[in-house]
């Protein structure tokens, strides 16, 4: 059974700073496209970041460029967000994702499993 569990979640000021965390059982991240993605309320899903399979290479949207990092840790089957300079538009539910596919894709419907959701929320 392929679980994704994230935590990380939280309230700040703006200017603050977060780490979500979303670690993975019964699949290995390494071979799965991952990314994070968002929805505010009222809002649509929206993609923050995306690691290909395919090149390995990390996309961001624009709005997150400079103050977000996402990485991988293959030992620990985990991925993160770190995010800087949070501003009070960044405040929604994040969610991380993987899917089998080669590219990646900022369309949620590409995407094969689902943490279950944690808030982030950005106001002073």
């Known amino acids: 059974q392929v679980q994704l569990v994230e935590s990380g979640g939280g309230s700040v000021q703006p200017g603050g700073s977060l780490r979500l965390s979303c670690a993975a059982s019964?699949?290995?991240?390494?071979?799965?496209?991952i990314a994070w993605f968002r929805q505010a309320p009222g809002k649509e899903r929206e993609g923050v970041s995306c690691i290909h399979t395919r090149d390995g290479m990390t996309y961001y949207v624009d709005s997150v460029k400079g103050r977000f990092t996402f990485s991988r840790d293959s030992a620990k089957n985990t991925m993160y967000l770190q995010m800087n300079g949070l501003k009070p538009e960044d405040t929604a539910v994040y969610y991380c994702?993987?899917?089998?596919?080669?590219?990646?894709?900022?369309?949620?419907?590409?995407?094969?499993?689902w943490g279950q959701g944690t808030q982030v929320t950005v106001s002073s």
């Open positions: 994702a993987a899917g089998s596919l080669y590219d990646g894709s900022w369309d949620p419907n590409d995407y094969d499993y």
């Open positions: 019964g699949v290995s991240l390494d071979y799965y496209t």
